[in-house]
């Protein structure tokens, strides 16, 4: 009984530990286009992420300001904008999901 217990806790905590890996971060082959702009409400921060490698990726932006963008399933060739409110805010990783 004892065993089986052990051997449970074990399990649990390896399933903890892997849910708690940081994901890797993207290929290098993703580009990342940074700019500020002004609108009427302010000024935002907009990132364009393009995948230029030759495969689909599940990618999510990591801002500067705690933010963690949601994820995205990125085709080779494609890619998207995201935005922020401020002018400081910028990406800090491209991350897999």
Same mark, same amino acid.
């Given at each position: 009984m004892l065993?089986? /217990?052990a051997g449970w806790a074990t399990a649990?905590?390896?399933a903890e530990a892997a849910q708690l890996t940081p994901a890797e971060a993207a290929p290098a082959c993703f580009s990342l286009r940074q700019w500020d702009d002004w609108t009427? /409400?302010?000024f935002r921060s907009h990132a364009e992420v393009k995948n230029n490698c030759p495969r689909a990726y599940r990618v999510r932006l990591i801002w500067d300001d705690d933010f963690d963008g949601s994820c995205r399933s990125i085709l080779p060739g494609t890619g998207f904008t995201e935005w922020r409110v401020g002018k400081m805010p910028s990406v800090e990783e491209i991350r897999l999901c």
């Open positions: 065993a089986a /217990t649990a905590t390896t009427i /409400t302010g």
